[in-house]
């Protein structure tokens, strides 16, 4: 196999098959596979056809649409003299008179999506991407031009501020934004720039609805690692507890938060990172290469070629890799990782806008037979940068494949087989990149570890189902002696009247569940309740049994206390948790997988609801007053939070507990 780095010209690579000795399956790969080919888990196989099968009129749609979306030549070769001379008015030479050429042989086109700003750390450095994209992709053979911008907002400013109330709305505002970038008809392929929380979902959503399109995501990488997150945590709970200044906390915090990249912690913006990567969507070895470094430079170029190559063989688009098979290894790589919660969302909204009807029972089906194989923040005292040290995604893959827990028959930007992604990108000494063998092993057992050796056998994301309805917590951070709590509610529907309770000390000295209500996608549009955390980890602390059960979010640093979010239905719409009353003896039970009230059926069903949404009036200022329309057109938690009506299949996928 031979590839042109000089020119950051990626050949087609060479296509190795394997078929397994116990089952008749073929895998496709583009790497002789250094380990033993394991035919793919039973149950892996089963929830996958299943998920095929209640699929298969929606991806039929889907494909049928974007085949129909294709044309051969370049896209802009469509367009009348007038509408082309816009698209290129601004272009310089030699840009210009390239833009002109509308033959069949004529340069492809690349879009540049960005997620731009200089405010969020991990998105300032794509402030100078857009120059070293289009030279990369004109030395590929290309054109290239900045298509659009989206917007990208931070939840760890917007923590417990009314800001936050926009912010998962914000992922479909950036699916449409991303499809107003890709509107013009004059891109041939398109790389998108975004990296944190509702970013990446939305990018790909948008991609997804122009999925004839080849796309490839260019990561920012994560910052360098800053104050230990064990110390950060302590500090968080001293002052929950007043016993440190504003200012100590305020230290810690900067010395956690401190230069260009991602936050280091393992929340949903890494998360996005590690699927990314997991879908194929990243060149090998690219999530967690820090921004700034000559490493991070040659990524972000051989991302331009690869993207310019794609279009010169006429694809696979986006629409067409992203199937079945690579949504279900998003799953397994979610689980193992102990990723973030905001995913059981997310992966259903990009599932469902690529024809594909992913549900929590299939994530839930999952869960028992993924092992948890990794130990960041909050799950554990590393960050991504010792993660990515020890061996990182390229071994996380691996040693799941080894296990029969992902299919390798899927197609990434590098072409067929998910193999490939065993190997890392490696800098030269001439300043390119090459693929290399990623770890065999891995560097730090603290850290990663191999499926035959997990942290836990389980994957440590549950769905939890009962009386009060449907709902998701993640274990993997949890105490086994925490996993269940059983005890009387205390009924809020308002997270500041949680934290004025606590801080006037009528929670102290009681076990309790927390029932924070309201807080869904339609009440006041989903915030994450991430500021309760210090508070109920300093009363869990103290001897307190605590737990929360909410139709709001906990986000993706969710941590050591038991936390039942995401509930369906959720209190603005009529469910259950509207008529829990304080006193209700409430269980949450992670082991058995279920979420119970100890009220008489009858009696329960016949009360009426208390407390309620903010009224309209109320939910004015910080502009949420613009996001009015998607309160009331927003989809529930388990069907991804969206205002997308995408097609829905007949079929159920019962939860199985």
Known sequence: MRRAYATYVFDVPKIYLYRSKDRDIVCQSTQPFGGPVTAVSPTVADVTARLVERSAATRADYLARIAAARVAGPARGRLACSNLAHGFAASTAPTKAELKVITPAAKPNVAIVTSYNDMLSAHAPYETYPPLLKAAVMRAGGLAQVAGGVPAMCDGITQGRDGMQVSLFSRDVIAMSAGIALSHDMFDSALMLGVCDKIVPGLLIGALSFGHLPTVFVPAGPMSSGLPNKEKARVRQRYAAGEATREELLEAEAASYHSRGTCTFYGTANSNQLLMEVLGLHLPGSSFASP???????????????????????????????????????????????????????????????????????????????????????????????????????????????????????????????????????????????????????????????????????????????????????????????????????????????????????????????????????????????????????????????????????????????????????????????????????????????LSIGVDADEFAHRPATGRAPLDAEWRGTGRELFSAFRATVGSADTGASVFQFAASSQESPVHV
């Open 292 to 594: 700034d470094t000559l490493l991070r430079a040659a990524l972000t170029r051989a991302a331009a070629a690869r993207a310019t190559e794609l279009a010169l063989s006429g694809g696979p688009g986006v629409g067409e890799m992203i199937d079945e098979k690579s949504i279900i290894n998003a799953c397994v790589a979610l689980l193992a990782s102990g990723g973030s919660t905001n995913h059981t969302m997310h992966l259903v909204a990009i599932a469902r806008a690529a024809g594909i009807q992913l549900t929590w029972g299939d994530i839930s089906d999952l869960s028992p037979v993924v092992p948890l194989l990794t130990r960041m923040y909050p799950n554990g005292s590393a960050d991504v940068n010792h993660f990515h040290a020890a061996g990182g995604v390229s071994f996380l893959i691996r040693t799941l494949l080894e296990a029969g827990l992902l299919h390798e028959d899927v197609t990434t930007i590098l072409g067929p087989g998910l193999s490939t992604y065993t190997q890392e990108l490696r800098l030269t000494r001439d300043g390119d990149v090459e693929l290399v063998e990623g770890a065999p092993v891995s560097g730090d057992l603290d850290v990663l570890r191999p499926a035959s050796d997990p942290f836990s056998p389980d994957g440590g994301l549950r769905v939890l189902t009962g009386e009060l309805g449907t709902a998701v917590i993640k274990t993997s951070a949890v105490a086994p002696e925490h996993r269940v709590v059983s005890a009387p509610a205390v009924v809020f529907d308002d997270q500041a009247d949680f934290l004025t309770a606590f801080s006037e000390g009528r929670l102290d000295g009681r076990d309790f569940v927390a029932v924070v209500r309201y807080q869904g996608p339609a009440a006041n549009g989903m915030p994450e309740l991430h500021k309760l955390t210090p508070a109920l980890g300093v009363m869990q602390d103290r001897g307190q049994h605590v737990a929360i059960v909410t139709d709001g979010r906990m986000s993706g640093a969710s941590g050591k206390v038991p936390a039942a979010i995401h509930l369906t239905p959720e209190a603005a719409l009529g469910g259950p948790l509207a008529r829990v009353q304080d006193g209700d003896l409430i269980t949450v039970d992670a082991v058995a997988g279920t």
